[in-house]
Each structure stands twice: as structure tokens, then as C-alpha cells.
């Protein structure tokens, strides 16, 4: 009962920390209640797919199903728009995470051997990534950064351009490099560090092409 207490209070944090960065990056207002209710949800099914089944891989996948389908249903923000959102999301926080994962390994303070073993430094490695990515979000939100070319509704028809289909077919990549990184850990721990380059390089491409939409729709407006 303790082990599942603590897995779902750490994932729910993580989750937080994912919505969080998420709104804040968008410029989207943030509904605590919906987030938390998403969150609990979310660390559940991780809970049994990873616990009682052993299906990271597939959990993976079903958390980025999820935070889209939470993006969409509860927060009303359009499908299209919500998968991507989801996307950068997903690398921004996985970038951190693995960063965090790195340093703590290079100081010996975690082995690569047992990465998703539920022990004091597995939830030390979530605090600090989850605080890392909040934090993040709120100087976002501060120095008023982020993107403005989601809109806050679902209605209307949604003008699919070259950048939009990129952004979108982005997602592939970036789902199948957060699922293969179990085998990273386990295979080839020596190139872990190619993890989190991997996820800059395509979290600079989302962001990238999120600042080219983003000024493009501006110019557009003041014309």
C-alpha cells in the first residue's frame, strides 16, 4: 500500500509538472482542479502497466494518449493543436528528466542498472525534475514568453500549414525516442548522453517551428 501511495503521489507531481509547463508554454490559463483530477488518473494506469505488468514502453505510449486526450477533453483546446502541444511537452520534460538522470549518475549518487526501481533516489530524480520543469514554467510565465498560435477553443476549422504538419508528424520521432529509452539504459548505457542530446535536438525543432508559426500568424494579424 506505501509503494503504491508513493508512486502515485511522485507520478502525480511529474504529471503536474508536464500540465504545468505545458499551459504555461502555450499561454494557456491553468485549472488546477482539471490538472490534479488528469494527473491522479494518469499516475494510475501508469501505476498498473508498470507495477503489475511490467509495460513501460506501453505506458509510455498511454501517457501521451492520455495528456492529449486531457488537452483536448477537459481543457478545450482543439485535437490538432493538443497533440502537438503534447509533443513538446513530452520532450521538453523527458530533456530534463534525462539531464537530471545524467548528473546524478556522473556523481554516483544513481545507477543505470535499475533507472524505474521505486527507491529514494528514483523519487528524489522525479522532485527535482518536476521542480526543474515548473520552475521553468513560471519564468516563462513571468518574463511572458511562450507561444500564442493555439486558440483557447475547439471550434472552427483548423488551417493546416506546412509548419503545422511538421510539428504534427514530429510526434512520431518523439514518442518512438521517449519508448526506446528503457533500451538506452539497459543496453547502452555508455551512449546514454545521446538521450537527452536527441531530445534537444528535436525540442529545438518544435520550438523552432513553434516560433516561426507563432511570429508568421503575428505578421499575418498586423497586416
Same mark, same amino acid.
Given at each position: 500500500?506505501?509503494?503504491?501511495?508513493?508512486?502515485?503521489?511522485?507520478?502525480?507531481?511529474?504529471?503536474?509538472?508536464?500540465?504545468?509547463?505545458?499551459?504555461?508554454?502555450?499561454?494557456?490559463?491553468?485549472?488546477?482542479?482539471?490538472?490534479? &483530477?488528469?494527473?491522479?488518473?494518469?499516475?494510475?494506469?501508469?501505476?498498473?502497466?508498470?507495477?503489475?505488468?511490467?509495460?513501460?514502453?506501453?505506458?509510455?505510449?498511454?501517457?501521451?494518449?492520455?495528456?492529449?486526450?486531457?488537452?483536448?477533453?477537459?481543457?478545450?483546446?482543439?485535437?490538432?493543436?493538443?497533440?502537438?502541444?503534447?509533443?513538446?511537452?513530452?520532450?521538453?520534460?523527458?530533456?530534463?528528466?534525462?539531464?537530471? &538522470?545524467?548528473?546524478?549518475?556522473?556523481?554516483?549518487?544513481?545507477?543505470?542498472?535499475?533507472?524505474?526501481?521505486?527507491?529514494?533516489?528514483? &523519487?528524489?530524480?522525479?522532485?527535482?525534475?518536476?521542480?526543474?520543469?515548473?520552475?521553468?514554467?513560471?519564468?516563462?510565465?513571468?518574463?511572458?514568453?511562450? &507561444?500564442?498560435?493555439?486558440?483557447?477553443?475547439?471550434?472552427?476549422?483548423?488551417?493546416?500549414?506546412?509548419?503545422?504538419?511538421?510539428?504534427?508528424?514530429?510526434?512520431?520521432?518523439?514518442?518512438?525516442?521517449?519508448?526506446?529509452?528503457?533500451?538506452?539504459?539497459?543496453?547502452?548505457?555508455?551512449?546514454?548522453?545521446?538521450?537527452?542530446?536527441?531530445?534537444?535536438?528535436?525540442?529545438?525543432?518544435?520550438?523552432?517551428?513553434?516560433?516561426?508559426?507563432?511570429?508568421?500568424?503575428?505578421?499575418?494579424?498586423?497586416?
Amino acid at each position: 500500500m506505501l509503494e503504491f501511495v508513493q508512486y502515485i503521489v511522485f507520478s502525480t507531481l511529474e504529471t503536474y509538472a508536464m500540465f504545468y509547463l505545458a499551459l504555461r508554454t502555450f499561454k494557456i490559463d491553468i485549472f488546477n482542479k482539471e490538472i490534479i &483530477f488528469s494527473s491522479l488518473i494518469m499516475a494510475f494506469f501508469s501505476f498498473v502497466l508498470r507495477d503489475e505488468y511490467n509495460l513501460i514502453e506501453l505506458d509510455v505510449l498511454l501517457q501521451f494518449v492520455l495528456l492529449t486526450c486531457f488537452l483536448w477533453l477537459l481543457l478545450r483546446i482543439h485535437l490538432f493543436y493538443a497533440t502537438i502541444i503534447t509533443g513538446i511537452t513530452y520532450q521538453a520534460y523527458s530533456f530534463i528528466q534525462t539531464m537530471c &538522470f545524467f548528473i546524478m549518475e556522473q556523481l554516483g549518487v544513481f545507477s543505470l542498472k535499475s533507472p524505474y526501481s521505486m527507491n529514494i533516489m528514483t &523519487f528524489v530524480l522525479q522532485i527535482i525534475s518536476a521542480l526543474t520543469a515548473i520552475s521553468a514554467a513560471i519564468y516563462i510565465g513571468k518574463k511572458r514568453l511562450g &507561444f500564442d498560435f493555439v486558440p483557447d477553443k475547439q471550434e472552427g476549422k483548423v488551417q493546416i500549414h506546412t509548419r503545422d504538419k511538421i510539428l504534427f508528424a514530429l510526434n512520431i520521432p518523439s514518442v518512438a525516442i521517449v519508448m526506446s529509452t528503457m533500451y538506452f539504459i539497459q543496453n547502452l548505457s555508455r551512449f546514454f548522453i545521446l538521450v537527452p542530446v536527441t531530445y534537444a535536438l528535436i525540442l529545438y525543432t518544435y520550438l523552432h517551428l513553434s516560433y516561426q508559426k507563432d511570429r508568421s500568424s503575428y505578421e499575418h494579424f498586423s497586416q
